[in-house]
Nanobody, 127 residues
Framework: QVQLVESGGGLVQAGGSLTLSCAASGRTFSTYALGWFRQAPGKERECVAA????????YFADSVKGRFTISRDNAKNTLYLQMNNLKPEDTAVYYC????????????????????WGQGTQVTVSS
């Protein structure tokens, strides 16, 4: 059974930092594109960061560019999202996701292209 489990969310003041982790089990995702999405109340789920399976390409939403970084540790089968200079508008539930197919060329940012999802972790940024 494939599982993605996020951790690291919490309450932080504006300007602060958090690192989210996404631990995968049941399958090795070293050959899968991975991404981080977020969903704020009343809004659609959006891709904030994504990484190609090879790691040579990354994507960041304009709203987080320069503040968030995405990385993975294949040995630990874990994906990370480092979030710096957090803003109140970053408040959302954050989800990690894995592509539906391995070895896809390029970046995957469409929600429907992802088949494996974590349960989400809440990030709240106070002003």
């Amino acid at each position: 059974q494939v599982q993605l489990v996020e951790s690291g969310g919490g309450l932080v003041q504006a300007g602060g930092s958090l690192t989210l982790s996404c631990a995968a089990s049941g399958r090795t995702f070293s050959t899968y594109a991975l991404g981080w999405f977020r969903q704020a109340p009343g809004k659609e789920r959006e891709c904030v960061a994504a990484r190609s399976w090879s790691g040579d390409m990354t994507y960041f939403a304009d709203s987080v560019k320069g503040r968030f970084t995405i990385s993975r540790d294949n040995a630990k089968n874990t994906l990370y999202l480092q979030m710096n200079n957090l803003k109140p508008e970053d408040t959302a539930v954050y989800y990690c996701a894995a592509d539906s197919v391995p070895l896809r060329i390029g970046i995957v940012t469409k929600l429907n292209d992802y088949s494996f999802w974590g349960q989400g972790t809440q990030v709240t940024v106070s002003s």
